[in-house]
């Protein structure tokens, strides 16, 4: 069975940072691109980061850009994602997930498997 465990949620302060950590297990997915998607209260889900199968090419939201970084390490089947200068609008379920293709995808119909969730809360 595939299996996404997400860790690394918190409270933190506005300007702090965090990092989500994502252990995979069950597939090969170094073969597949990863990414991060995020839901607010009362908002649907939205694409957050991705990384290419080979960790060389990302791509991030607007809304992230500059602040987090996104990368994998794929000899312990891992991702991450190191969020910092965080603000309230940052505060959501963070979900790691893995995409059907190699390369970078940010429609969400692209990615099959999904985790738990991490709650990330940002304080003011």
């Known amino acids: 069975q595939v299996q996404l465990v997400e860790s690394g949620g918190g409270l933190v302060q506005a300007g702090g940072s965090l990092r989500l950590s994502c252990a995979a297990s069950?597939?090969?997915?170094?073969?597949?691109?990863m990414g991060w998607f995020r839901q607010a209260p009362g908002k649907e889900r939205e694409f957050v980061a991705a990384?290419?199968?080979?960790?060389?090419?990302?791509d991030y939201a607007d809304s992230v850009k500059g602040r987090f970084t996104i990368s994998r390490d794929s000899a312990k089947n891992t991702l991450y994602l190191q969020m910092n200068s965080l603000k309230p609008e940052d505060t959501a379920v963070y979900y790691c997930?893995?995409?059907?293709?190699?390369?970078?995808?940010?429609?969400?119909?692209?990615?099959?498997?999904w985790g738990q969730g991490t709650q990330v809360t940002v304080s003011s």
């Open positions: 997930v893995v995409a059907s293709t190699r390369v970078i995808v940010t429609a969400i119909y692209e990615y099959p498997y």
């Open positions: 990384i290419s199968w080979s960790g060389g090419s990302t």
């Open positions: 069950g597939r090969t997915f170094s073969s597949y691109a």
